[in-house]
């Protein structure tokens, strides 16, 4: 039997599903391989895109399913292959360091973009799964969750991970070659 919502957090819900499908579905394309040339770029636009998803989750009261156990959301999907297929993308670029909480510390530590990413999408997938099976509110509590207490802080680190990334292939040009691009530019 379908759980019961309010009619605003069942809209929220569907948009959430949506929003969370399509990040999901074009993360595993772009770490098969899909587009490697415009993967930074693109994940730099799908992890930002998240992030307004995350933020209407955290914008909003608190969740609270109606039992206090979860229900059985069936089999999680295996994200090892998800994570190596990103690391292979992203080989030479994946590793940076983080800090572990900017409020109470400023320990630093190891993390990777295809730990992150990979990470993630499970979470989302995770709420994902409820919801395919009409549990609407246990959905939008995992994904409110997951995004206060883990996805939410890991998109934050690789969104200005890709930014910086990016801005060093933009930017960290050789000289010669950037003063032909503004001549040429200049005088077509």
Request: charged share 25%.
């Amino acid at each position: 039997m379908p759980e019961q919502q309010p009619d605003d957090l069942g809209a929220l819900a569907a948009e959430t599903a949506a929003d969370v499908r399509s990040f999901t579905a074009a993360v595993r394309e772009l770490a098969a391989g899909a587009a490697p040339d415009t993967a930074i770029p693109l994940l730099l636009l799908l992890v930002a895109q998240l992030q307004v998803t995350g933020a209407r989750l955290g914008a909003i009261q608190d969740v609270v399913p109606d039992e206090r156990f979860e229900p059985d959301p069936g089999p999680e999907s295996d994200q090892d292959a998800l994570r190596v297929s990103l690391a292979n993308l992203l080989e030479g670029i994946d590793d940076y360091s983080d800090v572990v909480d900017p409020l109470t510390s400023l320990e630093l530590s190891r993390a990777a973009l295809s730990d992150d990413l990979a990470t993630i999408v499970a979470s989302l997938e995770h709420g994902l799964a409820h919801h395919d099976r009409g549990r609407a509110v246990e959905a939008m509590w995992w994904w409110q969750f997951g995004y206060l207490s883990d996805w939410g802080t890991r998109s934050s680190a690789a969104l200005r991970v890709l930014q910086t990334i990016l801005g060093h292939l933009r930017l960290d040009a050789d000289e010669d070659t950037v003063a032909e691009a503004e001549f040429d530019a200049l005088h077509p």
